[in-house]
Structures are given as C-alpha cells and as structure tokens.
C-alpha cells in the first residue's frame, strides 16, 4: 500500500487550479501518457516532462481542503494516490497571480475622473512559453434557467470563459490596456483575469495558467455605468435591496462579536483575524474606515452558511454601524465558505463577493446610498456574547482549571486534560521526564505531545519536536511550509510559526499550543455550552473549583484529603502574571508565573544588568520591579566617563529604548 502512495510539490494550490503538480518520487517516460482522477471523479490529462517527472494540473474546484487524486500510466488502473492542499484564492502563492497593478484604478474605473490604461503583471517565467494568452473570466451563481442571486438551494457555481483581452501577446511579465464598455457580457460583473500559454485554446479548463483575485469588472461593465455611474450603481443597490428583502433573515442565527478586541484576539476558538483588516500588517482596512482590528467567526452560521465580522477602533472598542461608516458588518455568505462548500452560498469567496461585497460597491463605493446597505447588513454588537473559559498546562507541568484551580502535577504518562463524553470531545496530553543539556534526566515532567478529537473530526496531534511544534492528522506529518492554515475533515488548523499552533473545532472548541522557553504550553478554550459537561486534569467547568479534581469514577479529591502522590502541590486561588522574556545576553531564573512566584534575573559576563534582578508576581498580576536588560561593559563606561553618574542614567534608558525598538522590528 506504501508503495501506491505519494507526495506532490508544491503541495498546495488555489482552488481556481492551473497549478502544475510534480510527483515526486515517480519518473516515467517522456513520451508516455498520464491521467490523473481528482476526487474519483474529475479526469484530465497530465504531462511528463523532458526528464520524466510526471506532472498533474490542479483542477478549478469550489471548495478548500485536501483533495484526493490517482494516477494512471494505462489509462485503466489508477493504482497510485496522493493528495493535495486546495485553498482560498486568497492565501494562495502570491508568485502565482496576476497582480492588478493600482487596485484603485481598476475597482473605480468609469466613474468620475478614473479613466486611462490599465495595467497587470506577472512572473513571465512561471507561464513557460514566449507568446501568452489573456482572458476574462466571469463567475455567477443560477438556478436552472434563472440566473442570479437568489435564497433557493439549488444554486449552482459557474466560473466561464467570457473573452481574451489578447491572444499570442509577448510574454514580458506585463500588459496594458485601455477597457472598453463591454456589450455582450456587461452583465456578468465579478470574475477573474487568467493568463495561459498561447499554445492554449481559449477557455481551455484545467490548464496550467496564472489567475488574478476575483474582483469587481468594473472596468469592463456596460457604456451606461460610464455615463452616470452614480444613478447606475444607485439603481443596482435599490434592485439590490429589494431582493434581500425576499431573502431570508440571517442576522438572528450569527455569534454576537466579543466586546472589545482584546477578547476578539484571545477568543481563537471561534474568532480569527480578517487578513483584510488586521493590526499586524498596518490595519489597512479599506472596507472599515477608523477600525484597526477585524475578526471572523471561523464557522458559518448552520442554517444559511452566513458570517460574523467583528471590527475594532484604536481603542479596543467594537465599532458599529450606527456609529460609523467602518463599522461591523455580518455577511450573508462566509467569506470563507463553508462546507461542504461547492454550491451557492457556501462557496469560499465567491458567495460573499456576490452577496456582500458587490452590493457595498452599489450603495457604499460608488453611489452614496450606504444607508441602504447598512439597513441589511447592521452591526450585531456583543449583548449576548460570552467569553470562553480558559484552562491551562505550562511549565513542568503547571495546571490551571477552567474553574482557576493551580496546582502541579508531575506525573509521567497519558492523561485526559479534557474529556466530555456526551458532547464527543477528547484532549489527551502525554508528558515526559524533563532531559537536561547534559543528558541526564530531571526530577520533573513536562508536556510533549497532546492528541485532540472533537465528534467525526479528524484526530490532531501536536508534538513538541526539537524546540518546535510538529502537527499530525490521523497520525500523519502535515506540512506548513507552504499554508499557515488548513481546512480540514471538522477541524481548522492554524500554525502561524513552527512554535505556535492553534487548533479550531467546528464546535467553538479551542486548543492553542506555544513553546515557550523550550517547553510546550496548552490552553484549552471552551464554549460555555460545556458547562457540567467536562472531566480530565482541567477540572469539571462549573465556576465551582471545590470540585475540579474529579476521578473518572466520579470522586472528588479534596483539597483537604489531598496526597503528595495524587497531587503535589495546588492553590486554591490563581492569579496569572504572564510571561517574562530572558534579557539578551542574560538569563532567567525560573519558568513560574503565578501569585508568589519569583524570577531572577543575571547578565552574562562583559555585560552589566540594568532593571530589576528580581521580579515577584503579585496577587494583582503585576510583576513587582523593571525589565532587566543587559548592556555592555564598554557602553557603561562609556556614558560614566564622558557624561556623569545622572546623564548616564538617561542615556543607558535612551539606548536601552532603542535596543526595544530594534527587537521589536
């Protein structure tokens, strides 16, 4: 069985496919055929090239996951299977899209003082070939014979070849144009721009090419828009707005948006950052003016595949729409689709263009009928909203309930952290005897691995690996070189770096993994739904921590009765100080970070200490004293020498600022 299985690299292509796939491991000759099956159903002809690696086309699919597919030399046994990763068109490799150069330009192009030449790039090297075809594509969403966006769920996806902008044009990486108002096809208004091979006929599907973002055509809708685009767009948001009118209402069925934007970013169960508005790429938030922060609920509403959008001000504040133009705005289609994805509404990207983003360019973008819009789309505040509860293992290891019990537990093998059998969850952790540099083993434990169930999802490990985290799927490597962020069979999974990774479960469930300081921490985040409904090293989540360590017999062992065997040492109360970094070119004494706990802090030789030696954790959760930072011989008696004792103060805090500043890029 081992020897009909293989990998592909690159592992992973948009889902608009035209991404050629090698498989490795696998030569043949030149000259032979190759088929390839994706999904058991979907057959096209794949390539062998001049060395004999043999090569599939990603397919266009509405969906994201991984996609199985077999192969065949004969054309009859396809006797060799692999997968690959199918992701959003927006997390795809940037090196493979047609870039739209001045995106401004072209979503505003036709109204009032936006005219002129367009222009588009790409890597020339990528296409493999000296002329290239360009060409429009258009996407809708119909039913039978009655195209449009409608509430049926018989819609069906189409993505269709509407015409070439040019056809065996040089393949210099770059093209220009002047638009001309379409007269045939200026009705179909979102779609793509695809670059093929001149050798290609036009419209071939599943050949290799490079594809833009979707966007909206502005640039190519009818002669009218041009004329007044105020009237025209303020005509399509009126037509617009009586449609959703029929529509059914969505609003009731959505996750009301965490307060403020600390808890949006901490609850990543159900919350994760909107790449479109986020604080740690600028906060450049087009559709959200005065926000810096959006979140998505990470599931689609159940009924109607509808999504929640949670935006924030410089303040931490959630912003609204009756407040302000950049406020929240709930979509009636995810913009991550959701599954089983394919068809109308659940189509990633696709659906919420369709039924979200075009209709904010009617009424927002291009006419000033934004009032109509927001009519539809309002804030849903936070009145309902409720934090999940956190439990913790850290340290070696430290474990903080759900309920704010501490205590340590240095015992070494597999244990449940999180067991609710009637809501089919399961978080098992395995800890191992700590090993020192030199070899010899430690009396203490510590967290090395922890295996994660949530009802018919796919089984995730995580394993502390080299002083990094290796992420298992059904007991298979899954690779993050490529995606940070995986949609998988009832899972999500996000690993942003080799030491962080966040593990999402369609029932809000959230497990995040970090290293720090060479040990993994684990915090498990549970809706309030599983209230009553947990056991496990976490404790039963009832706001009681009396009860929390419970046998699976049903036992309680109480604080009073307990033994140094079953636990070695517990507080009843928790106060968490968070985590302290080691100065550079120094070190920290100590990996506690609770009420009573004490760091201290020493500089390696040549460098002189300045903060505090020793920092205490307090029952307020400060650490008493300063930031120890650690600096030079040769700059101390620098600044002694030529300034005085008071100004050297100043200046050691000014370059000690600097050298924040310097790490902090």
């Known amino acids: 069985y081992n020897q009909s299985c293989f990998q592909v690299k690159p592992h992973s292509s948009s889902m608009l496919g035209g991404r050629a796939l090698r498989i490795l491991s696998l030569v043949l000759h030149p000259g032979g055929r190759l088929l390839c099956r994706f999904k058991g159903e979907i057959e096209r002809e794949g390539f062998i090239d001049a060395e004999g690696h043999a090569h599939c086309i990603s397919p266009l699919l509405f969906e994201t996951g991984w996609i199985p597919f077999a192969v ?3 054309g009859i046994n396809f006797d060799r299977s692999g997968e690959y990763l199918s992701v959003h068109p927006s997390k795809a490799d940037r090196a493979f899209e047609v870039t739209l150069v001045n995106t401004t330009q072209w979503q505003y192009y036709g109204t009032p003082n936006m005219a002129g030449q367009l222009k588009m790039m790409w890597n020339s090297s990528l296409v493999g070939a000296e002329g290239v075809n360009i060409e429009l594509w258009g996407y809708r969403e119909f039913n039978g014979s009655t195209e449009g966006v409608n509430g049926s769920s018989a819609l069906q996806a189409k993505l269709s070849y509407l015409y070439s902008l040019g056809r065996n044009l040089p393949n210099t990486g770059a093209f220009s144009f002047i638009p001309e108002p379409s007269k045939n096809y200026a009705d179909w208004e979102l779609g793509n721009i695809r670059i093929t091979a001149s050798s290609k006929s036009d419209g071939a599907r599943d050949v290799q090419g490079l594809w833009s973002g979707g966007h909206v055509l502005a640039w190519h809708l009818e002669q009218a828009f041009r004329d007044d685009s105020a009237a025209w767009a303020k005509s399509k948001c009126l037509q617009w707005d009586d449609l959703e009118k029929k529509l059914p209402n969505f609003l009731d069925e959505l996750i009301d948006c965490p307060c403020t934007l600390a808890q949006a970013r901490a609850d990543t169960g159900r919350f994760h950052t909107d790449y479109s508005c986020d604080i740690e790429r600028g906060s450049v938030c087009t559709y959200h003016p005065g926000s810096v922060h959006c979140v998505r609920a990470v599931q689609a509403s159940p009924t109607h595949g509808s999504g929640q959008q949670c935006c924030y001000d410089s303040k931490g504040a959630l912003v609204l729409t009756g407040d302000s133009i950049g406020g929240s705005t709930p979509d009636r289609a995810h913009d991550w689709g959701s599954p089983p994805y394919r068809n109308p509404p659940r189509v990633p990207g696709y659906s919420h263009w369709l039924y979200d983003v075009m209709s904010f360019y009617y009424c927002c973008l291009w006419s000033d009928h934004c009032h109509i819009y927001f009519n539809h789309r309002p804030s849903s505040g936070c009145r309902n909203y409720k934090p999940p509860r956190a439990g913790v293992v850290l340290g070696d290891p430290h474990f903080i309930t759900f309920d704010g019990l501490s205590y340590t537990f240095n015992g070494k093998g597999e244990f449940y952290l999180v067991s609710s059998a009637d809501r089919e969850l399961s978080v098992q952790a395995r800890t191992e005897q700590v090993k020192l540099k030199n070899g010899t083993l430690a009396n203490a434990t510590w967290l090395s691995s922890v295996a994660m169930k949530d009802k018919a999802s796919d089984v995730i490990e995580v394993r502390l690996l080299e002083g990094h985290l290796q992420v298992l799927r059904n007991q298979s490597v899954l690779p993050f070189t490529e995606q940070r962020w995986m949609d998988l069979q009832g899972v999500f999974v996000s690993a942003p770096s080799p030491q962080n990774v966040t593990v999402i479960f369609l029932s809000g ?67 968490y100080c968070g985590w302290l970094p080691t100065p550079r070119n120094g070190k920290k004494n100590g990996t506690f970070y609770l009420e009573g706990n004490t760091l201290s802090f020493t500089c390696n030789e040549g460098h002189i200490l300045y903060g505090s030696t020793e920092r205490t954790c307090l029952d307020d959760g400060i650490w008493t004293g300063d930031q120890p930072h650690c600096i030079t011989d040769n700059n101390v008696g620098f600044v002694l020498g030529a300034v005085g004792s008071l100004s050297a103060l100043v200046t050691i805090g000014v370059m000690i600022k600097l050298h924040n500043r310097k790490q902090d890029r």
Do not use: C
């Open 509 to 575: 469930v959230g497990v995040e993994v970090r290293v720090y300081e060479g040990a993994m921490a684990v915090t498990v985040l549970l809706p309030t739904e599983f209230s009553n409904h947990t056991q496990g090293l976490l404790g039963l989540m009832n706001s009681d921590p009396s009860d929390d360590l419970m046998t699976q017999l049903g036992e309680v062992v109480s604080l009073d009765d307990a033994t140094p065997e079953e636990i070695f040492t517990f507080g009843a109360g928790l106060v």
């Open 72 to 74: 065949s030399t004969d």
